[in-house]
């Protein structure tokens, strides 16, 4: 979206009805990515994040750090990340190339606000803005899992990754906890010129948060989006279910909640409407998770692996294999 | 090892010759798991680290955390963390289970030593020390990837997990940045009385030491154990190196360095030594690792599955499928 701060997702002071910890959320720089080229041969970093403590279940590269990609062959390539020290930090994301150009994709934090950002490149080379080189807008809003918990490094987040392998652009709007479907936030998402809304936020309401706001939610996208995909996810199964029975019982609620509101929205003739459900998202080893509720990187990619084959007969999108 | 601090991995007030750095990094805990059975429905833990920072590529659960395991239909599955709050914690591991028995495995901390542990049940129920699940003493020596960097949590550290997914103890002798083969340190490593080496250590000597110093480590290992395999494992490619090219050099150099060892000890009849060489450990798309250097959960799950039909057939190791 244009307009607000230069790195917060979404203008909060336009949408300033939002819940107060939605708002928060969206400062926190998940998704974004900075473009450029630069023919230096080495790239440097520094900059600014807020005094939030680190989290238990993040790296500090992913919570407050920076992943650098260069195309190669067509291909963006992990190239380096920027390993935070402190509100402040400066480091050398990738050094010792060539002075050929280079087109980057740097990757911002995934749980903090970005307050500034500087790339530095030796004194006698360039560096250009770059252009967004992801086509269409897919629009996702979702959970701590979307934002990036527990990804290893910002270009992990799963919706980056589906941008990487299919170059589409998945937008990142997940809500560390806070993907609860209220109206003033079905609202702004609405007003989002998208090609196609996914809703993988059933983690976090309840049940009867569920039954209350999902099909409201929907019918708010729908009346903007008169033909435009709307998918809707169930939440993976917590891996902290496992053993504990009240954990195991609530998802097994929150997913036939939602089933249930698909199939009265599906009675109500809405078009257009899909619905992926849970199918051993992490896997069946009980391996796939950094905490019982967020995946860890093979969790997130044998959730790919199940959303992709979806996503690729819905949307008209290919993804690369591995 | 008997003998020396209870959390310690070594003895190093016996082992007193070895490097300072190497007798520090023994005090963690990596690779060390409590056992136990209770039938309380409940399970806490209070436990206390040192005040060293947070590291930037791993998360806090993995580097001061706990990770519970609980038996079920033979299999070690994952139950619960716990996530530390500094140099003193307290949380709940898992909740709301039955009162039938449970055979448990508590891992502790990767990268910090564990200073006290208590585990807390309910007042009602019993709780008896267990016994080591796992038979034999397959020993790996290594780098912080075999510590477990960047492994989610520690239960996922790549020792833990061939352990659980085998039925036999892979010992984590994994050295952050100080597996570099210095004798005091195999003189060490040949006193325990081990079912099989596995030297997966070459990230870290420079090649000059890899080639001062291999051949000297393995002798000594087989000086005492005539029959023993010894197995050593080239580096995986640095993932820094996609772009960076002295790293790539470099990391070059050191798998070509420890395979001219190799040929040289095979060539002085030296028995029972194998070679894993590298290929592609992590992967082909460049996503396994959390730093460029370090693998994230997925690179380690790709690792092990090139590890593992080596492994199994030197070591007549049976382990699962995923």
Chains 1, 2 share one sequence.
């Not at 970093?45 to 279940?57: F, Y």
């Not at 307050?115 to 530095?120: R, T």
């Not at 989006?225 to 504990?244: A, M, S, W, Y």
Request: hydrophobic share 35%.
């Amino acid at each position: 979206m244009p307009g607000g701060e230069y790195f917060h997702r979404v203008d909060t002071a336009k949408y300033n009805q939002m819940p107060p910890a939605v708002k928060r959320l969206f400062t926190n720089s998940a998704g974004l990515a900075i473009c450029f080229t630069t023919n230096s041969p080495v790239i440097k970093a520094k900059w600014t994040v807020t005094n939030s403590g680190r989290m238990g279940n993040m790296t500090g590269i992913a919570q407050k750090g920076l992943d650098l990609y260069i195309k190669r062959d067509g291909k963006w390539q992990f190239a380096g990340v920027g390993s935070p020290s402190g509100v402040s930090s400066e480091g050398v994301l990738v050094n010792n190339m060539g002075t050929e150009e280079k087109e980057c994709l740097l990757y911002l934090p995934l749980y903090d606000e970005l307050k500034s950002l500087e790339i530095g490149t030796t004194s006698d080379s360039y560096i250009r803005a770059g252009q967004n080189p992801f086509k269409n807008k897919i629009v996702i809003y979702g959970s701590s899992i979307l934002q990036g918990a527990s990804a290893s490094r910002p270009g992990m987040a799963y919706s980056s990754r589906l941008s990487r392998s299919s170059g589409y652009n998945f937008i990142n709007l997940g809500l560390s906890g806070n993907g609860k479907m209220e109206k003033e936030v079905a609202d702004m998402v609405a007003d989002i010129d998208a090609d196609a809304f996914i809703l993988d936020c059933i983690p976090n309401p309840s049940p009867t948060e569920i039954t209350e706001r999902a099909a409201e939610f929907v019918m708010t996208l729908r009346s903007k989006h008169p033909d435009t995909p709307i998918i809707v996810i169930q939440t993976l199964i917590r891996e902290k279910g496992n053993f504990d029975q009240k954990v195991k019982k609530w998802v097994k609620q929150q997913n036939e909640a939602i089933a249930r509101q698909i199939e009265i929205l599906r009675k109500n003739d809405v078009k257009n409407l899909y619905f992926i459900k849970e199918d051993h998202f992490l896997g069946t080893d009980h391996e796939g998770s950094t905490d019982g509720v967020h995946p860890n990187d093979l969790g997130f990619d044998r959730m790919l692996q199940k959303y992709k084959p979806h996503l690729s007969k819905i949307l008209k999108v290919k993804f690369d294999k591995e």
